[in-house]
């Protein structure tokens, strides 16, 4: 089969690979019809993520159609329309058990810090993932969901991550009516979360970036005030200006390892390898957020250190909230929130590559090359 | 104001807001979102119909942390160890917890020994490494580079110089070592 293959930082290719077989009973095999490349790839592609080897296929985000099953699976059936969380999870260990599917026990044997997660290095796991044309999925009776015949394929493949984790990382701000929202980072789980904290009730919705045209589109898209960063002497004096310096209620991390806005940061972490992440999101975020605020984390960040102002988090008494999403979880009140009109995740793609071209998408996307938002993979377009 | 017990007033009230953006409020009530509160037993196990799922064939010894018990019933099968980053992986996992930064630190260095044996070693297939088709380089002649830069104010673009050193400069250096060597053995000789 045709898969794209990972060859050092910064370097993606598409290889002839063996096609997946079934490894466990409640395996199956999964055609994929179309997969995205997330901002989390990045960090994979530029060598952040400790264990990612040469030759793995990445790719979280994908939906297709099951082509095998193994002699467990009893929920599944080939030619199933499916779409795949991120996460893959057993449905029984501990965590599982009580609704942390991101936190799965009985999947990763590299770490016992995070779950397994579909081409996202041995770190999590070592599953090859979905910009291929087949993937294994295992635990088919548990993972997978048939996508309803009303919802279109972008919609679907942008549930099983980016808007998944959007909404999360709004509730875990923990936001009532009213509150004022700051959302660090305008990619798309940063749109689908401010979009999200409408839907919570928030009063204000501030999204801050670097990049004009993702602005633009929190401002067409998520109907949120923007603030681009590069304009302010000082982002934080700037939050607190516009908040009658208060602060805002709720911050939201949706950028993560390798955040933009200070240099040192940005190079140590992502360039040199010496820090986890780039913290800048998240200390823009702590020290934005009102005495006593809630900070949500959704950006990703690496297994090492990062230089974190704890401090100011401690005196300030904020309630830092953070997780993988639990994909599954959010799904049936998503799918009433798209029936009902008040989500059109597809609305924030820009690009659709076939495989043969992953890696000029890749360098699209990394470089924010042609007002790139959010690329899709087509394993079969031309 | 802030500095009196009054929350600083809201550019629009809810009336304005329900009008203004679809679905506004749809989620107000915290019984409405699917992640609260965070812990909740999960009836149906999602599916699962197993209290400890049946083990997954291991094939080759398979490295795992040693916070875990045991290997988990079911792991991923992508790149088995292999070569000297497989041995660096191998002492990575056997030796030190995740608590510990020469764990991560030794993976980290395997990575960047694993890229170079794979780089040097695909000079012996029919498919050799090719910086210039596997970076998407070329992207930046068909997905406006330029442009997309030029006159943005973008914060990325100061340390994005640094990306072809990144990837070009230990090549640069190798050959550069290579030629060196060569000319040595060739005055030797």
């Given at each position: 089969m045709r898969a794209m293959v990972y060859r050092g930082p910064y370097k993606v290719r598409v290889e002839e690979k063996a096609p997946p077989v079934v490894e466990h009973p409640n395996d199956a095999i999964v055609r994929v019809t179309m997969a995205a490349i997330c901002g989390s790839d990045l960090h994979l592609y530029h060598g952040m993520m400790p264990d990612t080897r040469v030759g793995m296929t990445f790719g979280h985000e994908f939906i297709g159609v099951v082509e095998e099953v193994g002699p467990?699976?009893?929920?599944l059936v080939p030619g199933d329309r499916v779409m795949m969380p991120f996460n893959i999870f057993c449905g029984t260990c501990w965590f599982c058990a009580r609704g942390l599917y991101a936190n799965c026990h009985n999947v990763n044997p590299n770490a016992t810090a995070v779950g397994g997660i579909y081409g996202y290095s041995h770190t999590c796991g070592g599953y090859d993932g979905g910009q291929a044309e087949y993937v294994r999925v295992p635990f088919a009776d548990v993972g997978p969901t048939v996508i309803p015949e009303w919802m279109d394929d972008e919609d679907a493949v942008l549930l099983t991550d980016a808007l998944a984790t959007g909404y999360f990382g709004a509730q875990l701000g923990d936001i009532v009516e009213g509150d004022v929202v700051v959302v660090f980072g305008a990619g798309p789980v940063g749109l689908f979360a401010a979009k999200s904290a409408w839907l919570m009730g928030a009063g204000r919705v501030v999204v801050v970036d670097h990049l004009e045209y993702r602005l633009a589109k929190a401002r067409t898209f998520a109907h949120a005030e923007t603030v681009n960063f590069t304009e302010c002497d000082d982002i934080v004096v700037h939050m607190k200006k516009i908040t009658d310096h208060l602060g805002a209620d709720v911050a939201i991390d949706a950028v993560g390892a390798e955040a933009d806005g200070n240099f040192t940061q940005h190079v140590t972490a992502a360039k040199l390898k010496l820090q986890g992440g780039s913290p800048v999101a998240l200390n823009w975020a702590i020290d934005s957020v009102r005495k006593g605020g809630t900070i949500s984390v959704m950006g990703a960040y690496g297994p090492m250190f990062s230089a974190v102002k704890f401090g100011d988090a401690m005196n300030k008494g904020l309630t830092l909230r953070m997780n993988q999403c639990h994909v599954k979880r959010q799904w049936p009140r998503l799918f009433e929130h798209i029936r009902n009109g008040y989500l059109k995740p597809s609305d924030i793609v820009t690009h659709r590559i076939p495989l043969e071209h992953i890696a000029e998408g890749y360098h699209m996307f990394s470089a924010k090359l042609d007002g790139c938002i959010k690329p899709l993979i087509v394993p079969n377009a031309v | 104001m802030t500095y009196t017990s009054d929350k600083p007033a809201l550019p629009e009230s809810a009336d304005q807001l329900r009008a203004r953006i679809p679905g506004w409020g749809a989620d107000l009530d915290p019984k409405d979102r699917p992640s609260v509160p965070k812990l909740q037993w999960q009836?149906?196990?999602?599916?699962?119909?197993?209290d400890f799922p049946d083990r997954q064939p291991e094939k080759w010894p398979r490295e795992r942390s040693i916070e875990h018990k045991f290997l988990t019933p079911v792991f991923g099968t992508s790149c088995p160890p292999k070569g000297a980053s497989g041995m660096i992986r191998r002492l990575a996992y056997r030796k030190f917890s995740e608590g510990r930064a020469a764990h991560w630190l030794l993976l980290l260095a395997a990575d960047r020994v694993d890229a170079w044996e794979s780089h040097l070693s695909s000079f012996l297939t029919a498919r050799p490494d090719n910086p210039v088709t596997e970076t998407g380089v070329l992207s930046e002649f068909s997905r406006h580079g330029i442009s997309s830069r030029v006159g943005q104010k973008r914060s990325d673009v100061k340390h994005q110089v640094l990306d072809p050193v990144i990837v070009a400069g230990p090549w640069v250096l190798a050959v550069a070592v290579a030629v060196t060597a060569v000319r040595k053995l060739l005055r030797r000789s």
């Amino acid at each position: 089969m045709r898969a794209m293959v990972y060859r050092g930082p910064y370097k993606v290719r598409v290889e002839e690979k063996a096609p997946p077989v079934v490894e466990h009973p409640n395996d199956a095999i999964v055609r994929v019809t179309m997969a995205a490349i997330c901002g989390s790839d990045l960090h994979l592609y530029h060598g952040m993520m400790p264990d990612t080897r040469v030759g793995m296929t990445f790719g979280h985000e994908f939906i297709g159609v099951v082509e095998e099953v193994g002699p467990a699976v009893r929920n599944l059936v080939p030619g199933d329309r499916v779409m795949m969380p991120f996460n893959i999870f057993c449905g029984t260990c501990w965590f599982c058990a009580r609704g942390l599917y991101a936190n799965c026990h009985n999947v990763n044997p590299n770490a016992t810090a995070v779950g397994g997660i579909y081409g996202y290095s041995h770190t999590c796991g070592g599953y090859d993932g979905g910009q291929a044309e087949y993937v294994r999925v295992p635990f088919a009776d548990v993972g997978p969901t048939v996508i309803p015949e009303w919802m279109d394929d972008e919609d679907a493949v942008l549930l099983t991550d980016a808007l998944a984790t959007g909404y999360f990382g709004a509730q875990l701000g923990d936001i009532v009516e009213g509150d004022v929202v700051v959302v660090f980072g305008a990619g798309p789980v940063g749109l689908f979360a401010a979009k999200s904290a409408w839907l919570m009730g928030a009063g204000r919705v501030v999204v801050v970036d670097h990049l004009e045209y993702r602005l633009a589109k929190a401002r067409t898209f998520a109907h949120a005030e923007t603030v681009n960063f590069t304009e302010c002497d000082d982002i934080v004096v700037h939050m607190k200006k516009i908040t009658d310096h208060l602060g805002a209620d709720v911050a939201i991390d949706a950028v993560g390892a390798e955040a933009d806005g200070n240099f040192t940061q940005h190079v140590t972490a992502a360039k040199l390898k010496l820090q986890g992440g780039s913290p800048v999101a998240l200390n823009w975020a702590i020290d934005s957020v009102r005495k006593g605020g809630t900070i949500s984390v959704m950006g990703a960040y690496g297994p090492m250190f990062s230089a974190v102002k704890f401090g100011d988090a401690m005196n300030k008494g904020l309630t830092l909230r953070m997780n993988q999403c639990h994909v599954k979880r959010q799904w049936p009140r998503l799918f009433e929130h798209i029936r009902n009109g008040y989500l059109k995740p597809s609305d924030i793609v820009t690009h659709r590559i076939p495989l043969e071209h992953i890696a000029e998408g890749y360098h699209m996307f990394s470089a924010k090359l042609d007002g790139c938002i959010k690329p899709l993979i087509v394993p079969n377009a031309v | 104001m802030t500095y009196t017990s009054d929350k600083p007033a809201l550019p629009e009230s809810a009336d304005q807001l329900r009008a203004r953006i679809p679905g506004w409020g749809a989620d107000l009530d915290p019984k409405d979102r699917p992640s609260v509160p965070k812990l909740q037993w999960q009836e149906d196990r999602t599916g699962a119909h197993w209290d400890f799922p049946d083990r997954q064939p291991e094939k080759w010894p398979r490295e795992r942390s040693i916070e875990h018990k045991f290997l988990t019933p079911v792991f991923g099968t992508s790149c088995p160890p292999k070569g000297a980053s497989g041995m660096i992986r191998r002492l990575a996992y056997r030796k030190f917890s995740e608590g510990r930064a020469a764990h991560w630190l030794l993976l980290l260095a395997a990575d960047r020994v694993d890229a170079w044996e794979s780089h040097l070693s695909s000079f012996l297939t029919a498919r050799p490494d090719n910086p210039v088709t596997e970076t998407g380089v070329l992207s930046e002649f068909s997905r406006h580079g330029i442009s997309s830069r030029v006159g943005q104010k973008r914060s990325d673009v100061k340390h994005q110089v640094l990306d072809p050193v990144i990837v070009a400069g230990p090549w640069v250096l190798a050959v550069a070592v290579a030629v060196t060597a060569v000319r040595k053995l060739l005055r030797r000789s």
